[in-house]
């Protein structure tokens, strides 16, 4: 998996410029966002893993067999509705992205803001990617969206056990800490449904996440999926 340049239009959506587009963004904040994307470039080493499991519906929501995982909440229950299994995936950027941050704290602000708001763009495109590869490699199946943990009534407490079934900490080195902060910090967690039978269209819904009341992109009449 090879990043070779990176989303800056999300990025600047993270930065709070709204919609405007790359070529109306000028001077320092530009000057800026040129340097860190190429320290990024340099910094990033994309890695994933994933496992596939057999899943079916429970008291508490869904089990994912012959692990010790549940899948809680409504919305995962109905996110996985028609799939008899899943994937468990997770993504990171690797630990030097968080050491290069930090040293952008140390100069300024509005260069670790930017640095951040960069390496977030960058863990979504690394998600498409490993979905990409993940499809391939899986086969010609029906796949949902990716679903993290954390997204509606979906626990973020999860994340723990998914870590721990797929062997995260040992095989791409992402752990999490006490209060569900996962370490690199540029990490995402997710579950797919896989299904033999055709699923019904459905995309991302403001309406399933737990930011939907306090979104700065809802307030400008936009989204982040």
């Known amino acids: 998996m090879r990043i070779e340049k990176l989303n800056r239009s999300e990025a600047f959506r993270y930065m709070g410029v709204g919609s405007d587009t790359e070529g109306k963004i000028k001077g320092e904040l ?36 012959n ?20 994937i468990l995936l997770c993504v990171t950027l690797s630990a030097g992205v968080d050491k290069l941050i930090r040293a952008y704290e140390a100069e300024g602000m509005e260069k670790a803001l930017t640095a951040d708001s960069l390496a977030s763009a960058a863990v979504e495109q ?8 993940i499809r391939t490699a899986v086969g010609n199946y029906e796949y949902t969206w990716r679903f993290s943990p954390g997204y509606g009534d979906f626990p973020l407490e999860t994340q723990c056990e998914l870590l721990k ?25 997710a579950v797919m ?16 996440c737990n930011m939907k009341d306090r979104c700065q992109y809802r307030k400008n009449y936009g989204h982040c999926g």
Request: overall charge neutral; some cysteine; aromatic content about 2%.
């Open 30 to 65: 530009l000057k800026i966002t040129d340097e860190c994307e190429q320290m990024l470039l340099k910094t990033i080493e994309p890695r994933f893993i994933y496992k596939i499991y057999d899943i079916e519906p429970s008291q508490e929501g869904i089990s994912v067999l």
């Open 67 to 86: 692990t010790s995982l549940t899948l809680k909440g409504k919305d995962i229950s109905n996110h996985l509705n028609s799939c008899n299994r899943c």
């Open 126 to 133: 690394a998600c498409e990617l490993a979905e990409e590869e």
């Open 165 to 189: 079934v797929i062997d995260a900490p040992k095989r791409i080195g992402v752990s999490i800490t006490n209060n569900l902060i996962l370490i690199p910090r540029k990490s995402v967690t």
């Open 193 to 208: 449904g896989v299904s033999e039978n055709e699923l019904p269209k459905a995309r991302r819904g403001c309406g399933s």
